[in-house]
């Protein structure tokens, strides 16, 4: 199988925002959505898609996932990241946070909900450190979360070049 990343165009809009809501209501069931469907296609396709921050994973012509990012003063950020349910467990979440951990300045950051186990998992897998768990009293969902962080590792000094003596 082959994924392939490209950036998502507005004529992506209507798949990916199709995408979002069945991964939001299928497999985040517990963090009800604050905005309706009409709104959140909306926002898709006049906000986030032409933002141009966001990538969309295609296999055999269809999209399966998308990833949105930003980048701040401090760190870098991954706002969305969502598979369709049909494609969990098949390295597609995986090759899009490959491509941020590649291209986006360290240390990134992401939020999930604490309920969340599979995507707690996942990111902890990939070496993202839980760095702050809240109430939820901040996300328009008000459902309790989690900062991740990632840092690229350090080389450790058994890896350091070594001069001549």
């Known amino acids: 199988m082959t994924v392939d990343l490209r950036l998502a165009t507005t004529g992506d809009a209507d798949v990916v925002a199709d995408l979002y809501l069945r991964s939001r209501k299928e497999l985040v069931a517990f963090a009800p959505l604050a905005h309706s469907d009409d709104d959140v296609r909306g926002w898709i396709a006049r906000r ?12 055999e012509g269809a999209i399966v996932g998308f990833m949105s990012v930003s980048t701040a003063r401090d760190c870098s950020w991954i706002t969305h990241l969502y598979l369709h349910p049909g494609w969990i467990g098949r390295g597609v979440g995986t090759d899009l946070l490959g491509l941020a951990q590649r291209e986006l300045p360290p240390p990134i950051r992401l939020h999930t909900f604490q309920a969340n186990e599979r995507a707690r998992t996942f990111y902890e897998g990939r070496g993202f450190t839980a760095v702050k768990f809240t109430d939820g009293g901040d996300n328009e969902e008000k459902c309790p979360d989690v900062l991740y962080e990632w840092r690229p590792a350090a080389a450790s000094p058994s890896a350091s070049p070594r001069r001549p003596a």
């Open 48 to 59: 986030l898609i032409p933002a141009g921050r966001t990538t969309v994973a295609v296999v």
